[in-house]
């Protein structure tokens, strides 16, 4: 899913006010039939968007188990919309005459975080409400950005600025007081661990043999360090926090644990490489003890694998697998876990429960 040692895909988004219907080519329902109880046939019914391929940029998120957010350009403006599985009805949630670069989803369901911008050298960021009122705007000079918004508290994000020669600044911005403030940390994709946290990797040695995650608090400027050691990969979903490391089987060993260190569950799965570096897939998360990813059956090198991937739920360490052949790329899964989107457009949609896949959005010839 894009993951690469350390690197967290800190999404930027972006949207403005405005709420109005657009007009989308529906196709006819899909029926997605479900296992047979008490002799009969349950059928749910999801509704297909065809999008114009010039027009569509790409899918967001969900906003509730039957709504997708997505982004496009119409007559000139960039449109972040929603559209929903069941009714088929679209909604234009925000308009930009700039053009949308990324667009997060607060957990909560009650902002989006757009990033957009005019030129190569600033971006701005925008955090609005689901009804297109923009409560929050700041414009960050860089040729590249990576945004890390707070699970807990949207008005807290973190902001790191690359410059055209890749040395960056990293900034903490607080809505709330309208604080914007460079901080001294070196890694460039830090991630928030709670409301007052910041979990930062360090690796001293080979990238391949891991490091040390360490804590930050802004407010005290105080460091401290997690009994953690060897990882190469980790992510945080509110206050709990997930590491990966590499045991002696050469298996990735997955390990949750909450803020004070209290280890929640722990299991092992196959581990791909890259020659230089583990590759470890983009995980989703659903809440801090369920999370569904992409999953290789067997270990190796990437560009050897035969075999496709999986897409493995998680349940306090119990793994499921939920599809056996699924793009090892981006993963985005419904509120309540029942649904999630595959495919390098997030075109298809599997029913958790049924296990069967569809195709939700097409693209006309």
Same mark, same amino acid.
């Given at each position: 899913?894009?993951?690469?040692?350390?690197? *967290?895909?800190?999404? &930027?988004?972006?949207?403005? $006010?405005?709420?109005?219907?657009?007009n989308e080519v529906i196709e006819g329902s899909t029926a997605i039939e479900q296992p047979e109880d008490n002799n009969s046939i349950k059928k749910e019914i999801i509704k297909s968007l065809i999008t114009d391929p010039a027009k569509f940029h790409f899918v967001?998120? !969900?906003?509730?188990?039957?709504?997708?957010?997505?982004?496009?350009?119409?007559?000139?403006?960039?449109?972040?919309?929603? *559209?929903?599985?069941?009714?088929?009805?679209?909604?234009?949630?925000?308009?930009?005459?700039?053009?949308i670069i990324d667009v997060l989803v607060h957990p909560s369901k009650k902002y989006l975080l757009l990033h957009t911008s005019d030129n190569a050298t600033s971006a701005t960021v925008k955090i609005v409400t689901m009804d297109?009122? &923009?409560?929050?705007?700041?414009?960050?000079?860089?040729?590249?950005?990576?945004?890390? !918004?707070?699970d807990l508290d949207p008005s807290l994000i973190l902001l790191t600025a690359f410059h055209q020669d890749w040395t960056f600044d990293l900034f903490l911005y607080n809505g709330k007081v309208e604080s914007f403030?460079?901080?001294?940390?070196?890694?460039? *994709?830090?991630?928030?661990?709670?409301?007052?946290?910041?979990?930062?990797?360090?690796v001293e040695g080979h990238i391949l043999d891991g490091g040390e995650i360490h804590?930050?608090?802004?407010?005290?400027?105080?460091?401290?360090?997690?009994?953690?050691? $060897?990882?190469?990969? *980790?992510?945080?979903y509110e206050d709990t926090l997930l590491a990966v490391r590499i045991n002696e089987e050469e298996d990735a060993l997955y390990t949750i644990m909450?803020? $004070?260190? &209290?280890?929640?569950?722990? !299991?092992?799965?196959?581990?791909?490489?890259?020659?230089?570096?583990?590759v470890i897939p983009e995980i989703e998360w659903n809440t801090s003890d369920i999370l569904f990813l992409p999953a290789s059956e067997k270990g190796g090198q990437i560009d050897e694998l035969t075999m496709p991937f999986r897409l493995i739920r998680v349940t306090e360490g119990r793994q499921d697998v939920i599809a056996d052949e699924i793009v090892a790329g981006v993963l985005r899964c419904s509120p309540s876990g029942g649904k999630?989107?595959? $495919?390098?457009?997030?075109?298809?949609?599997?029913?958790?429960?049924?296990?069967?896949k569809t195709t939700w959005l097409t693209f006309p010839e």
């Open positions: 899913m894009r993951k690469k040692m350390f690197i *967290f895909f800190a999404a &930027v988004l972006l949207l403005t $006010g405005c709420t109005e219907k657009t967001v998120d !969900w906003l509730t188990d039957s709504k997708v957010i997505y982004v496009k350009k119409e007559n000139g403006l960039y449109q972040v919309n929603s *559209f929903d599985l069941e009714s088929g009805q679209t909604d234009t949630l925000y308009e930009d005459d700039s053009m297109g009122a &923009v409560q929050d705007e700041v414009i960050v000079a860089s040729t590249e950005l990576a945004i890390e !918004w707070n403030d460079l901080l001294a940390i070196e890694d460039p *994709f830090p991630k928030w661990l709670g409301e007052d946290k910041i979990a930062v990797g360090f804590t930050y608090e802004p407010e005290t400027a105080k460091w401290d360090q997690l009994d953690l050691n $060897g990882v190469v990969y *980790f992510d945080t909450e803020k $004070g260190g &209290v280890i929640r569950s722990e !299991w092992t799965m196959p581990v791909n490489s890259n020659y230089s570096e583990w999630c989107l595959t $495919g390098y457009s997030l075109e298809n949609l599997i029913d958790v429960e049924s296990k069967l």
